[in-house]
């Protein structure tokens, strides 16, 4: 059948295999833009903030499920022994666990199975050593030196709330703009840049959780309150802060890498996808938990301060991922056919699978190789031509005795 939004003949199917517009009537108004259906993840809206499929896009369907109960569960965990008056040990806790669930995700995906993986490790370790440095630096010559309970002068506020957190931001960039400048041509998919960013930024946040349990531990931060009371304060702090810092690092290190990508975009790309929007919504997202939390602080205000900065993040990378995904869409390579591993039909390797929509640079390697059917036997995916792009060659014609 013929596409109606790029004219190419596209195997029978719900999505045009070539542009990933929805064909079936009744989807959405903007069939191309299909933002009912998230490119990594077609049964999701790119609307719908979900924080797996947002960090973790090369997770199938069922993983991203089970990644959500994890999180959810460890979180649980954290509660618990805050409760439990084990406030630094959980907010440890708090500071490890998204950068672990990362590192199985990492382990389970193979996101470069041709690299080592100290390339992830190192991003990761970069941010975690300007983190701890940074942190006490800063902690020992702006916050200890400022008495509590005191109103703040304008100039401290300025410093803690807008000062600090660009600071942290650019120290949080120090680790993927190194591989964006030395390794762009091994590495240049705007995943590519948002895995550095979020594990730079992890990295960032857990060395600045751990280091601020350490002055807790040893007194040299105020313990102030009741323990439950405390264990409120902090700990959703210690669990959204990593997302957050995972979310301006991730959003502007997709936009870098998405301009850079040599892919020609099959239409203009929409300007929220556009590195400047990046720059400042990263930017406030740092700013408002700070100011926030300097000028209104309070139990729960300080969720809120939080929690919306990091909505608003992720919304806003969703749409880079998915225009990105959509607009810079290439075929795995290897011009066989693949059994997609979200709907399970074996499909032409295309830019999208035609059945269920999801762009097939989205899923991880391994289930590029072990799903390939048909392939040249020479062909290796994706990693020796990462850059073949062929979104001009013929369409396969789709295997006959699909098993669903
Ligand atoms: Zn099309
Ligand atoms: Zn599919």
């Not at 064909?23 to 719908?48: C, I, K």
């Not at 950068?99 to 100290?118: C, G, H, R, T």
């Not at 959703?236 to 810092?245: E, N």
């Not at 602080?297 to 969720?303: A, D, R, T």
Request: net charge neutral; with cysteine; charged share 10%.
């Amino acid at each position: 059948m013929r596409c109606p939004n790029c004219g190419r003949e596209t195997p029978e199917g719900n999505y045009c295999g070539y542009c990933g517009t929805r064909l079936t009537a009744g989807a959405s108004r903007d069939p191309a833009r299909r933002g009912s259906a998230y490119a990594a993840n077609p049964n999701q809206s790119v609307y719908q903030p979900d924080v797996i499929s947002t960090f973790f896009p090369h997770l199938n369907p069922q993983r991203t499920r089970l990644f959500g109960w994890i999180l959810a569960g460890l979180a649980l965990v954290v509660f618990m022994l805050g409760f439990a008056n084990l406030v630094p040990i959980s907010t440890v806790l708090a500071a490890l666990l998204v950068p672990l669930l990362y590192l199985a995700y990492f382990y389970v995906v193979q996101v470069y199975e041709n690299e080592p993986a100290w390339v992830l490790g190192a991003t990761f370790l970069v941010g975690a050593i300007l983190g701890t440095v940074a942190t006490l630096l800063l902690y020992r010559t702006v916050v200890a030196g400022h008495p509590i309970f005191v109103r703040p002068k304008t100039s401290y506020v300025l410093l803690v709330g807008v000062g600090i957190p660009l600071l942290v931001q650019a120290l949080m960039l120090v680790g993927p703009l190194i591989l964006f400048f030395a390794r762009r041509e091994r590495f240049n998919d705007m995943l590519d840049g948002l895995t550095f960013g979020v594990a730079s930024g992890l990295g960032y946040a857990a060395a600045e959780s751990i280091v601020f349990s350490w002055l807790l531990i040893t007194g040299a931060a105020p313990a102030l309150g009741d323990p439950s009371s405390l264990a409120l304060r902090t700990i959703p702090l210690a669990l959204l802060k990593p997302l957050l810092y995972a979310g301006t690092t991730g959003l502007i290190c997709s936009a870098l890498w998405l301009r850079f990508d040599k892919t020609p975009p099959t239409r203009e790309m929409s300007a929220l996808t556009s590195l400047p929007v990046a720059l400042i919504a990263a930017a406030l997202g740092m700013i408002i938990p700070a100011l926030g939390v300097t000028l209104y602080g309070g139990q729960y205000f300080n969720i809120l301060w939080y929690a919306i900065p990091l909505l608003g993040i992720i919304l806003l990378l969703r749409q880079v991922l998915h225009v990105g995904l959509i607009d810079k869409a290439r075929s795995v390579g290897h011009g066989g056919t693949i059994s997609c591993p979200h709907c399970h039909q074996t499909v032409p390797d295309l830019p999208f699978c035609p059945n269920c929509g999801i762009a097939l640079r989205s899923i991880d390697k391994r289930a590029r190789v072990a799903a390939t059917v048909g392939a040249p036997a020479d062909a290796t995916p994706d990693a020796t031509q990462p850059d073949a792009a062929d979104t001009t060659t013929p369409p396969a014609q789709p295997t006959e005795g699909n098993d669903a």
